[in-house]
């Protein structure tokens, strides 16, 4: 898609022929975020227009107690500790961001006053800065003013390398200033058109500056709130043992009003994910269960009970394959998988080709994801394609044979194909896990069919997602022909998502195989332009930009997408919860409800 | 006497250094990255991996690990949990009287019904009760907690709908109301642990007793005209019991250890559960605390067990 395009869309969307879920959708399609989508129309002048978050009961409290299961138990209770999804959870009860993502990539503002815009003096012209103006009258639980103080703090905080936070990312590059006490001014280093990052979404959680001032850097790990959240949330911290249950009541200074409706919270973690989600679909022992990782046709069975129904939101997080494009049999000063060599089968584009038609994208989705996953449009191009609901992928056993054949790998007596002496064979990746083994399967069988033999082979996850680098089994040494996994976009802006496929990025023994770059695949065009879009302001061209590296990457096919995985959870019949795939599903917790 | 508990006291502390080191290498040597979730998260820069593998100091030498861990440890120290960031003694600390109570619960459970099951089917061997509770020994030991777990889950949580299924430490509840809730939902790991604890216990009770019943001094005492009831239990259960309250001590580790796979089917935070969620996690200072209690749990009690057994047959000297 290119620029014009882009433009010509969100012109429709202007005068009303294009709805902004069509608009943001079709973004999605084509690799991009909600959130990114969002921005794009902020800056061309489309409104962020953040749907009235429905919310029936008159007043605070009366509600009872809310249950939320976590199959995976929180382990603490700071947002800028908080190691998995969970912990993140767990610590948007009590703490809240200045704004949070909606499912359609619109900002809504949690702590502060308004969404920051050109009209509103929010953002530069420049690119340079935002300014962020404060809601008033906010109170942290123990009854102290939230003040702009406390948003510089978390900056400092969170910035500093000693304190080992985990969303310095989002903060070691910026600089944040008070203006007065309900403003704060966002600096960047460089014009940088992707402005709501620090202090926004899963990231932005701010924490009390006069309960954390003492246990900055080094000390972090001593600070008593630590396990004791003070935040400015909807509920109040009671109790809370780590890795079991997080206990909380309602916060009746709450800053917005009526909110919220239940009288205490109860978090409990641990056990499995069908159990859980048994424990709300069939026996509605609870109100909520996060991350429903289970076969869909579990789920269809546990719903049909009645007691609880299935939520899913698109997110950003793929599952695909990546073929090595370098050889990882052969040894080059101490490592395999060396940039000095060539893969010896996928080098022949003709190859890589086939085995994009060898993958079964429907039946994979069809028999194995179900409703919690889309058969991947992401990646591509045709925006032709993605108008249909039902997008087809192309399985053509005939078409690769036919594309190999042509490429002069003929069927030997085996039934194998080869070439000059290579014969086509190669070993195939993925860590344990049910999905992927039969996704494995899968493409195995196409694979034969095609006269190309391939050796399945599984690792424990906690060793092929380590980085360890002794163990050459770790997805990023990928010390073999292809492999799978899902990578997740945590960030909504792709700048930092797309820098896996630069060559500066790629991992190999002398940065520890901690560069980013796994399927040290490299185009010296793509780096240039991921360089010139670092420096766009314009949100479109930047857009198209990402597109187009994206094409790249994919049109290559080195990488070959599979799904679009989404995040499903289980809800009580009768509780209302505002999930969003681009923010926790806590981001709207204040907002819960249930109805008789 | 004495000096018998003093030498085995010393000769417990080498092999208690020899666990730990054992222990220390093997989780220092096992693949896995306590901040591997880091790593595929893209927002994440790789030195703050760095940072905080050099702030826990994950990448020096094993043996300088091992030192530092035991000179903390000595100094009551037991380490700092990676994942949760809070002190590993605390988080411990936290998950003991839940596993008391339940693993506590089941073992009496276990002896209530092996006991009078046991001496009963003694006393009357290859009788048709004899040849029930053989039977269901048979059937409870071989049987394992996670599919006995599962069955009572599905028969009195999903269809009946009677006991909850999730287990909750905290309950809003106070009085009556509250211990009638804590009851309800500990039936179903306590039955399961104690039935499965109860069938082993009921098959060494009766070869016990078996072996006891057929002495001399029995026949003695029954022939001096005692009545039945007082035989069994003044002459042949107290004899029994020794060898049974010995295996009973070798058992207590375990109930502060917890039993992993029932507490992660029932959501108990219980010891076990700690343990299984630090393994997964990757979070080496827990898992070597839980382990290293548990390995000096089974030290002394072993000890224990050997003192208490001195002390009920005093044919057994130490030297």
């Known amino acids: 898609m290119q620029e014009r395009e882009l433009r010509n869309l969100i012109a429709d969307v202007k005068t009303g022929q294009l709805s902004r879920r069509a608009f943001v959708q079709r973004m999605i399609a084509v690799g991009l975020t909600a959130p990114l989508a969002g921005m794009m129309l902020a800056q061309s002048g489309v409104p962020m227009a953040a749907a009235e978050i429905p919310y029936k009961p008159t007043k605070a409290g009366g509600g009872g107690v809310l249950k939320l299961l976590y199959w995976q138990a929180v382990t603490l209770l700071n947002p800028h500790f908080a190691i998995g999804t969970k912990d993140q959870e767990g610590s948007r009860i009590f703490y809240e961001p200045l704004a949070g993502w909606d499912a359609e990539g619109n900002l809504v503002a949690v702590l502060a006053a308004e969404i920051p815009t050109k009209d509103n003096d929010g953002l530069a012209e420049d690119g340079r800065s935002v300014v962020w103006k404060l809601k008033r009258g906010v109170k942290w639980h123990d009854g102290k003013p939230f003040t702009a103080d406390d948003v510089v703090f978390t900056w400092e905080y969170a910035r500093t390398p000693e304190t080992a936070a985990v969303s310095i990312g989002s903060y070691k590059d910026v600089k944040a200033e008070k203006v007065d006490d309900f403003t704060v001014r966002v600096t960047f280093a460089k014009p940088t058109p992707y402005w709501a990052d620090a202090f926004v979404g899963v990231y932005g959680m701010i924490l009390p500056k006069h309960l954390f001032a003492d246990y900055i850097g080094a000390k972090s790990r001593d600070a008593p709130t630590n396990l004791k959240p003070v935040g400015t949330g909807p509920y109040l911290f009671v109790d809370f043992k780590p890795g079991d249950m997080v206990l909380a009541k309602r916060n009746p200074d709450y800053h917005v009003a009526n909110r919220p409706y239940f009288d205490t919270l109860e978090v409990k973690g641990g056990g499995d994910a069908v159990s859980a989600a048994r424990a709300v679909l069939q026996t509605g022992e609870y109100d909520y269960a996060w991350n429903m990782q289970v076969e869909d046709e579990i789920l269809q069975k546990l719903e049909a009970g009645g007691k609880g129904r299935v939520n899913i939101n698109l997110s950003g997080n793929v599952e695909f394959i990546m073929l090595n494009a370098t050889d990882p049999a052969v040894e080059v000063d101490g490592e395999r998988a060396s940039v000095k060599t060539r893969h010896p089968l996928f080098s022949d584009p003709a190859v890589r080709q086939a085995i994009n038609l060898l993958i079964d994208r429907a039946s994979i989705q069809k028999f194995i994801y179900g409703r919690a996953a889309v058969a991947s449009a992401n990646f591509l191009n045709n925006p032709e394609r993605f108008r249909s609901k039902n997008t087809k992928f192309e399985l053509n056993i005939e078409k690769a044979n036919a594309i190999l054949e042509a490429a002069g790998w003929k069927k030997g007596a085996d039934g194998i194909r080869a070439k000059d002496g290579k014969a086509l064979k190669f070993v195939y990746q993925t860590s344990i896990n049910a999905p992927r083994q039969k996704t494995q399967a899968i493409i195995k069988q196409a694979c034969q069919k095609a006269g190309i033999d391939v050796e399945l082979k599984q690792v424990v996850g906690s060793v092929f997602f380590s980085s360890d680098t002794a163990n050459p089994d770790t997805y990023p040494h990928f010390y073999c022909d292809a492999q799978m996994y899902n990578t997740t976009m945590p960030q909504p802006d792709p700048q930092i998502f797309m820098n896996q496929y630069l060559s500066w990025e790629i991992a190999n023994k002398e940065n520890k195989w901690q560069g980013r770059n796994v399927s040290r695949w490299q185009n010296k065009e793509y780096d240039a332009i991921y360089k010139q879009a670092e420096q766009e302001l314009d949100a479109v061209k930047r857009a198209a930009m990402y597109i187009k590296l994206n094409d790249m990457v994919v049109g290559d096919n080195y990488i070959q997408p599979l799904l679009a995985r989404s995040r499903v959870a289980a809800l009580k019949n009768g509780l209302t919860a505002h999930l969003s795939g681009w923010d926790m599903d806590m981001w709207q917790l204040a907002n819960w409800y249930r109805e008789a | ?319």
């Open chain 2, 1 to 319: 006497m004495g000096k018998y508990i003093l030498r085995r006291l010393l000769i417990a502390l080498p092999s208690l250094l020899g666990i730990s080191l054992i222990l220390f290498v093997l989780l220092a040597l096992a693949p896995g990255d306590p901040f591997g979730e880091l790593a595929t998260n893209s927002n994440i820069p790789p030195e703050v991996r760095a940072a905080l593998r050099v702030k826990f100091g994950i990448d020096d030498p094993i043996l300088i690990r091992y030192l530092r861990w035991l000179a903390a440890m000595l100094q009551g120290d037991w380490g700092f949990s990676f994942a949760s960031r809070i002190d590993v003694d605390k988080l411990i600390l936290q998950r003991v009287p839940t596993t008391l109570f339940v693993v506590g619960s089941s073992q009496l459970l276990a002896l209530v019904v092996a006991l009078p099951v046991g001496v009963y089917a003694a006393m009357r061997p290859y009788s048709i009760f004899d040849q029930i509770a053989n039977t269901f020994a048979f059937i409870g030991f071989s049987l394992p907690t996670f599919f006995t777990g599962l069955l009572l889950i599905l028969i009195f949580s999903i269809n009946l709908g009677w006991l909850p299924f999730v287990y909750r430490a905290d309950i809003a509840a106070t009085g009556w109301q509250w211990a009638f809730e804590y009851f309800k939902q500990a039936i179903m790991p306590i039955t399961v642990l104690g039935l499965f604890q109860a069938a082993s216990y009921t098959r060494y009770v009766r070869s016990a007793v078996l072996d006891v019943i057929r002495l001399d001094y029995v026949t003695t005492a029954r022939s001096k005209g005692l009545d039945e009831s007082k035989v069994v239990i003044k002459h042949v259960v107290r004899n029994a019991l020794i060898p049974v309250v010995t295996l009973v001590a070798l058992q207590m580790p375990a109930v502060f250890g917890g039993a992993i796979i029932t507490e992660q089917i029932f959501r108990i935070p219980g010891i076990g559960s700690l343990l299984i969620a630090a393994i997964l996690a990757n979070d080496t200072p827990v898992i070597m605390a839980v382990t290293f209690v548990f390995a000096c749990l089974v030290v002394i009690f072993n000890l224990l067990a050997d003192i208490i057994y001195g002390w009920l047959d005093p044919r057994i000297s130490y030297r």
